[in-house]
């Protein structure tokens, strides 16, 4: 994915789009030079951001500065700013973060490596936050501005304590420590403070919503939640589960790793356990309060047999 150059010094014929005979090796290129032809788009800023220069707009690829204090960039070079996954794996002394508002989407894993990061602003005008994006990071309170419509689970990392949301969000607000998306009725970010609403809001935990919160101890599950999906607990400190009547389906490796879990309560509503979804967590009792009409599936997309 951080290929985006290739410097040739061969006699193979290599294309940045991969469509000559030995040009596999630069299928994810953007640019192949090489001597006497051609030049490299990559350069360092002033500031310390390592960029890739395309023809509409700068990649940061990563930061090599001193600062502690960071601001991402709108433009440079008058082109607009874009991030890329897996960047910023030299960044590791950057404690404060802003990303404008004029870079829209933060791609998945692309903050991962900044482990002093403890405080961070999205302005008003990102849109979006891939999987993992802080994974690893030191952020305790998140404000997620009224432009921000999607947010993988697992994306601030296991140090959240504290959610807010613009009022002006069309899609997502905050309850208890929960990032809740409005029209889904989907819980798709928590905390180690969480308390999940009982007031129907939330009907789903989504995706990685909890996973690796190894703090997290215990939580509470409202009977209006009727689904848990995959890897939501994976990971957590969590003890002991009781699920509420009301709960029908637990995804594939929903609690699994959870290496305090002993015990397991499953009601009578559930009718569908998908695949390791209690996988390497070391329980010594679960209690099942009816199995008639449950399904067996070992794939996400596998409709099963009663």
């Known amino acids: ?122 302005e008003e005008g990102v849109e979006s936050v891939g999987g993992s994006s802080f994974t690893g990071a030191k952020i305790s309170e998140l404000y997620l501005p009224a432009s921000l419509v999607f947010v993988a689970g697992g994306s601030f990392g296991g140090n959240i304590t504290k959610i807010e949301v613009a009022a002006e969000n069309p899609v997502f607000t905050s309850q208890g ?3 809740i998306d409005k029209q889904t009725k989907t819980l798709v970010l928590g905390t180690v403070s969480a308390v999940i609403p009982s007031d129907g809001s939330v009907e789903i935990i989504g995706e990685n919503a909890f996973a690796d919160l190894s703090e997290l101890k215990e939580i509470q599950i409202p009977s209006a939640v009727r689904k848990i999906e995959t890897q939501a607990f994976f990971g957590t400190g969590l003890m002991e589960i009781a699920l509420s009547d009301g709960t029908e389906s637990i ?56």
């Open 1 to 122: 994915e951080r290929l985006l150059e290739v410097y040739n010094r061969s006699v193979l014929p290599v294309a940045a789009d991969g469509t000559l005979k030995f040009g596999g090796v630069a299928r994810n290129a953007k640019n192949v030079y090489s001597i006497g032809e051609g030049h490299s788009n990559l350069f360092t800023t002033d500031d310390g951001f390592w960029c890739y220069e395309g023809e509409n707009s700068v990649t940061l690829l990563d930061y090599t500065g001193e600062k502690t204090d960071v601001i991402l960039p709108d433009t440079i070079n008058q082109k607009p700013v874009e991030l890329i996954g897996h960047g910023f794996s030299n960044a590791d002394k950057i404690e404060s973060l802003t990303v404008s508002g004029g870079i829209k989407n933060i791609p998945s894993s692309c903050f991962t490596a900044m482990k002093a990061l403890s405080a961070l602003k999205l």
């Open 251 to 306: 995804g594939a490796q929903a609690f699994a790793y959870c290496e305090n879990l002993t015990d397991v309560f499953l009601s009578s509503t559930v009718k569908e356990i998908y695949a390791s979804a209690f996988m390497n967590s070391p329980i010594e009792e679960m209690e099942f309060s009816v199995t008639q009409g449950w399904a067996i599936r070992k794939r996400p997309d596998d409709e099963g047999e009663p």
């Open 177 to 179: 420590n929960c990032l």
